[in-house]
C-alpha cells in the first residue's frame, strides 16, 4: 500500500516544498489503516482480489487524511500520531526556516488548509483510479462514477454535518444536548466514511454498481456500525486512555468541552454539586491536569464510561449480524477480528 | 443556470443550517460567472450545445467558489461581492445568534473551512453529472472520470501551488522575487482552471476525451491566456479600481504585501528613497489610506502600472490566436468579445 502511494506521489511532485511536505506529513507518519482494511477486506469478502480494491482503499485512508488535517485546525491540536499537527508544524517551519515571526501561526493554518485541499483532490483521483482495476469497460467506469459521487456527495456532506454539529454541540449548555446528537454527530462524522468504505470494497469485487444487492447492504450495516463503535471507544480514550500509546493528548476532550457520550451520561446522573464542578471544569482552556483527573473521577463514578462501553459493544454486536450473510472463510475471520478490536483497542 | 444550481442544493439539504447557509452564501451572491460562460460558449465553438456543458460550466463555477472561501480567511478579507466573506458573517453569527463571544472568530474560520469543502466535493458531483449530460454510453462516462481527474489532480494541485507561492512571495523582500515566480503564482492560482474550462466545455461537445485535438488545445490555450490577462487585470483594479464597483476593498493589496506585477516594475525601476517608502508603506497591517495612496502614485509614476496593462493586452492577443483555428460564427465572436472584456473590465 505505501509502494503505491510512493509511486502516485511520485508522479505529481507539488511546489512549493512546503506544500509537499505538508500534503505527504500523516501519510509518513502512517495511522491504523482501519478504512482500507475495511476495504480490502470486505472486497475478499465477496471474492474478489486486493488489486481490484487497492486504489478505492487508498480512497478512503486518504480522504480520512484530509479531514483530520483540517479537524486539527479547528480542534487546534497540537499533536497527532506522536508527532506535530500540520499547521502546528508549519507554524515552526514559518518561525524558523522563513523568519515569519508574529504571522507564523497564520502560515501554519493556510498551509494545512490548502495541504487538506489537495489530499482531498487526490483522494477523488484515486477512485478515478479504481475504475481502471475493477476491469475493462463499462461497467467499472459507470462504478467508479457512482463511488466518486457517493463520496463526495452523500458521504462528505454528512461528514462535515458531524463536524459542524460537534462544534456547535461544544458551545451548547450540556442540559441542552441530547444523546440522539451526539449519536448523530458520530454517525456523520465518522461511521459514514467507515460504511462507504465496506460498501465501496464489496462493490469493487462485483466489478459494477449495485446498491440494491442483500450482501452489499450488509457489510455497509457492518461498516457503518464499526465506525460507531470505533468513535465510542475513541471517546473512552480520549477520557482514560494512555498518552503514550495514543500519539495524542488525553483528557483535552474534557479541556475542550467536546460533548462525548460518556460526559452526557454523567451529567444527567450527576447532583447539583458533581453538576456546578464539571461546569467549572469542562471547556475551559486554562483546566488543570489535576482538574481533568477529577472531572474523569466524577464521570466513573457516575457510570459514564461503562454506559460508553457497554453501547460500543452494542454497536459490535450489530456490526457482527451484518456478516451473517458473509460466507465462512478467511475473509469474514479477518472482518470479525476487525470489529471485536474497535472496543479492544488501546490506541 | 441558477435553476440547475437551486435543484441541485433542494436534493440535498446540509445540516446544520449554518452549514447550508454558508455553502450558499457565494453561490446566492453571484458572481461574473466568467468561467462558466468560458465553458459553455466553447462547447459551442465546436458544435454542442448548452445542454451537454451546463453541468461542468456548473462545475468550475463551484470549484471556484471553494477556493475563494478558502482563499479569503488565508487573506483575511472582509468583503467579497459586496457582502462579508464566510469567515466573516459566520464571526458575526457566532457572535449574534449562538453567544460564542470571543470563540466567534475561530468559530467563522471553522465554518468557512467546512463549507469550502462541502463546495469542493459537490463541484466533483457536478462533473459526475457531466457524464449523464454527454449522451449515452462508454463515451461519455470515460470523458467524465477525466475531467475529474484532470480538475482533481492536475488543475487543483497547481492552484494550491500558486497559492502557496502567494503567501510565501508576499513574506519574501521584493528584492528576491521575480517577474517569472509572479507570472508562475498567476498561471498556477487562475490560468490552469480558465484553460481546464475551455477544454472541459469543447471536449463535452465532441462527446469523448480528446485531449490531442488540435481545436481542443488551441481552446485551451485560449482559456490559458485569458486567465492570465483576467488576473494581470484584476491585480491593476486592485490597486486603481472602483471600489464600489468591485464589491471588495481596493488598496488592500499593498497593506496585504500582494507580491503583484505593477509593484514589482515599479520597485525595479525605483531609486533609493523611493524603494524605502516602498518598504514602509507595502505589507504593513496599520498602513494609511493616505500612504496607499502615495505608494499607488509611486508605482504609476514609475511606469508600474503602464506595463502590467501591456503585458495583460500581450495575453489577449496570444489568446485571440487560440480562435483562429474556430470557424466563424456567434460562438467565436462570444469568446472574442469575453477576451476583451478582460482588458476592458473595471469591476
Known amino acids: 500500500m505505501r509502494a503505491y502511494l510512493e509511486t502516485f506521489t511520485a508522479k505529481t511532485p507539488l511546489h512549493p516544498a512546503h506544500l509537499q511536505e505538508a500534503v505527504l506529513s500523516y501519510l509518513e507518519a502512517g495511522g491504523k489503516y482501519l478504512r482500507p482494511c475495511l476495504a480490502l477486506w470486505c472486497c475478499r469478502a465477496l471474492g474478489g482480489s486486493d488489486e481490484q480494491a487497492l486504489p478505492a482503499a487508498l480512497a478512503v485512508e486518504v480522504f480520512h487524511t484530509w479531514t483530520l488535517v483540517h479537524d486539527d485546525i479547528i480542534d487546534r491540536d497540537k499533536t497527532r500520531r506522536g508527532r506535530p499537527t500540520v499547521h502546528e508544524e508549519f507554524r515552526q517551519k514559518g518561525e524558523s526556516q522563513l523568519g515569519l515571526g508574529e504571522f507564523a501561526a497564520h502560515y501554519g493554518q493556510s498551509i494545512a488548509i490548502l495541504a487538506g485541499d489537495v489530499l482531498h483532490g487526490w483522494a477523488v483521483c484515486l477512485l478515478v483510479e479504481a475504475a481502471q482495476q475493477s476491469g475493462e469497460g463499462k461497467e467499472g467506469e459507470h462504478l467508479a462514477l457512482e463511488l466518486i459521487r457517493e463520496m463526495e456527495g452523500e458521504v462528505l456532506p454528512r461528514l462535515i454535518g458531524g463536524e459542524v454539529l ?12 441530547t444523546e440522539e446528537e451526539i449519536l448523530q454527530l458520530i454517525s456523520g462524522k465518522t461511521a459514514a466514511l467507515f460504511a462507504f468504505s465496506a460498501r465501496a470494497g464489496a462493490m469493487l469485487a462485483r466489478g459494477r454498481y449495485c446498491p440494491e444487492d442483500v450482501q452489499i447492504s450488509a457489510l455497509g450495516n457492518f461498516g457503518y456500525h464499526l465506525g460507531v463503535a470505533f468513535q465510542l471507544q475513541d471517546d473512552l480514550l480520549g477520557l482514560i486512555g494512555n498518552e503514550a500509546e495514543l500519539g495524542k493528548p488525553v483528557g483535552s476532550d474534557i479541556r475542550e468541552g467536546k460533548r462525548t457520550l460518556p460526559l452526557l451520561y454523567a451529567w444527567e446522573k450527576a447532583d447539583e454539586q458533581q453538576r456546578g464542578r464539571m461546569g ?60 471485536q478490536m474497535m472496543v479492544e483497542r488501546t490506541r
Do not use: F
Open 166 to 177: 460537534d462544534i456547535q454541540l461544544s458551545q451548547r449548555p450540556l442540559a441542552e444536548v
Open 280 to 339: 467549572e471544569i469542562v471547556g475551559h482552556v486554562n483546566t488543570t491536569e489535576k482538574e481533568i483527573a477529577e472531572a474523569r473521577g466524577i464521570i466513573e463514578d457516575l457510570g459514564g464510561i461503562e454506559y460508553c462501553r457497554s453501547m460500543a459493544k452494542l454497536h459490535l454486536c450489530q456490526a457482527q449480524e451484518g456478516l451473517e450473510t458473509i460466507e465462512e472463510g478467511a475473509p469474514k475471520q479477518l472482518l470479525g477480528g476487525l470489529a
